[in-house]
């Protein structure tokens, strides 16, 4: 039998979820506008009622306590709250503080997102993250909740993986407002790094206690696709935007390159208490064309790929968790999780993670929290929801939460705050 792979005591297990994925009816965000236009999401679908997880939020807290779960991480819609500049919905407000009672009540401690990809419509029409007034307006709303959740919620979280917005929406084209604009990606970095720091000391300024307050950040494991100086600078510059801006930015409190030279920005500076890491895969690029100067390299062809085309690198998770760890702050594994239709994929892709982030463990990584995403199928934004990466399947029609043999398998290793000798055997 293989040997167990125990985690430290009052370990978070979990998932991970976001509000326009799941809740349903998010009619007043700019990607709800942006569906209706058509033609955008690959599936030819929309998000509309998602998962019903807005009102069915009940059922799935005693599904989460039912398989082993200790912890929630969601994400509040900016756009319920605050639906008109100025405007504050306190119906809505009340509906997240029975989200937050829903989770204690069912032994789940709450981590909390204010920033998962959705902006309201109004900000949006005002630049959205191109506007200079958008870090004061995210560190606004910040303080809000801080004030209306007060001691409820122990973590935290502001941003979700900061780097996808600029890159995604004005960059790549690919996320709503779909531009491909250089000098409009960097004003987008730079604001959301800033907005990092205001909303950290927005919450720290008006929560009634100390709760724990951290970035989400998108660790991708950055290699070289060739053995020249211009393969392995071209790495050098997407390792840098990927991980190095805004973990750099974060502990020196300086806007580096590419979005700035080193300025500093009050607030900045350590404002984390803790990092969060999502992690999927590696990138392996080389030097391209201008004017990106950089090629991603597909996967070998002999290389395990999730749905999404990605490649499975648990390695690159182990290389992440300690270079995140290297910041002199705990480390809280806030998603990792595989788009797959083979469940017996998804448990092997659970296990070899799990025991990557156990090597980190071993080796001194403050390492506190294994949050999976997904809870359940739902709407992968520009995919539909033909991406499934969820321990739960997502009944059409029904919406009804099936569990998959990942969640069964996920509920015995949160249960036991290890995975079992058996278990490591047959996956490793």
């Known amino acids: 039998m293989g040997q167990e792979l ?18 349903g009816n998010n009619r007043n965000n700019h990607w709800w506008r942006w569906e209706q236009e058509g033609g955008h999401v690959k599936d030819g679908t929309t998000s509309g009622p998602a998962c019903d997880h807005y009102n069915r939020f009940e059922e799935d807290c005693r599904l989460m306590e039912e398989f082993g779960h ?8 900016w756009s319920r709250i605050e639906p008109q500049e100025g405007r504050w919905d306190e119906k809505e407000v009340e509906h997240y503080r029975r989200v937050v009672d829903c989770l204690r009540r069912h032994n789940l401690t ?21 506007n200079p007034q958008a870090p004061a307006l995210l560190g606004r709303y910040a303080a809000y909740m801080a004030k209306q959740l007060g001691d409820a919620v122990p973590f935290w979280l502001t941003v979700n993986e900061p780097s996808v917005t600029p890159a995604a929406a ?26 990092l720091g205001r909303m950290h000391q927005a919450i720290r300024e008006s929560a009634p206690h100390s709760p724990q307050i951290g970035p989400v950040i998108n660790m991708t494991y950055v290699m070289p696709g060739g053995d020249t100086e211009e393969d392995r600078q071209a790495a050098q510059l997407m390792d840098q935007y990927l991980n190095a801006y805004w973990l750099d930015g974060l502990r020196d409190g300086v806007i580096g390159p590419p979005a700035g ?3 500093p920005v009050e607030g900045l500076k350590g404002a984390w208490d803790f990092v969060g890491v999502n992690y999927y895969s590696r990138a392996v690029v080389k030097a391209g064309p201008p004017p990106a100067m950089i090629e991603q390299v597909p996967p070998p062809a002999d290389a395990e790929t999730s749905t999404m085309g990605w490649e499975v690198y648990p390695d690159g998770f182990y290389q992440c968790l300690k270079r995140a760890a290297g910041y002199g702050v705990p480390v809280y594994i806030t998603e990792n999780g595989i788009g797959t239709d083979d469940d017996e994929q998804r448990r092997r892709y659970v296990v070899r993670h799990l025991a990557q982030a156990h090597r980190a463990l071993r080796e001194g990584v403050d390492l506190r929290s294994y949050l999976h995403w997904t809870f359940q199928d739902n709407f992968e934004w520009a995919e539909g929801f033909r991406q499934k990466f969820g321990l739960f399947a997502r009944e059409e029609g029904t919406l009804r939460r099936i569990p998959k043999p990942s969640a069964a398998m996920f509920a015995e290793i949160a249960r036991a705050n290890a995975v079992p000798g058996e278990m490591a055997e047959r996956y490793l």
């Open 6 to 23: 125990r985690f430290p005591d009052g370990f978070h297990w979990g998932t991970a979820t976001s509000s326009h994925q799941v809740e």
């Open 70 to 77: 200790n912890a929630y991480r969601f994400s509040i819609e």
């Open 110 to 130: 709450p981590f909390a997102t204010l920033h998962h990809f959705c902006n309201p419509v109004w900000f949006e029409e005002q630049g959205g993250w191109l």
């Open 170 to 195: 004005y960059l790549m084209g690919e996320f709503p407002p779909c531009h491909r604009d250089p000098r409009e990606f960097l004003t987008a970095t730079r604001h959301v790094l800033i907005a």
């Open 261 to 263: 030279d080193g300025e």
